[in-house]
């Protein structure tokens, strides 16, 4: 993970530059002419996946939505024995077919993750 570096001399923020004769990263000062050699080169790391309970995590009222089927699965946090589930929206290739639920007690509202077998019934 990059982090911000700061100039030995004077405290100020170092801002990358690449030095276009040795092909080097470096980390420069804008007041003075300090400069030092990256120990990494990388400046920024930018991670756009989220998985698939983030996703959920966004939508808070997944109990009441109709667009979801609804299984009569047991919660293991307060046994109500309803819920809706659904499948990951991931796109990505390492994606499993995993189950993800969601109870139906509006004061609950616990979700948690069953992997799905191909012979068992929800």
Sequence with gaps: MASFQFCIECN????????????Q?????????????AKSPVVYTHMIQQSAMDQTLATLDLSTDPTYPRTRKTCPACS??????????SKAK???MKLFFAC???SCGHRWIVESAPDQNV
Excluded: I
Excluded at 30 to 35: F, I, V
Excluded at 80 to 89: G, K, P, T
């Design 12 to 23: 100020n923020l170092l801002y990358p530059k690449e030095d276009p004769s040795t092909m």
């Design 94 to 96: 390492d994606t499993s």
């Design 25 to 37: 990263l470096l980390y420069q000062c804008r007041n003075c002419d300090h400069s030092e050699l």
């Design 104 to 106: 139906t007690n509006a």
């Design 80 to 89: 109500n024995e309803e819920a809706v589930f659904f499948q990951s929206r």
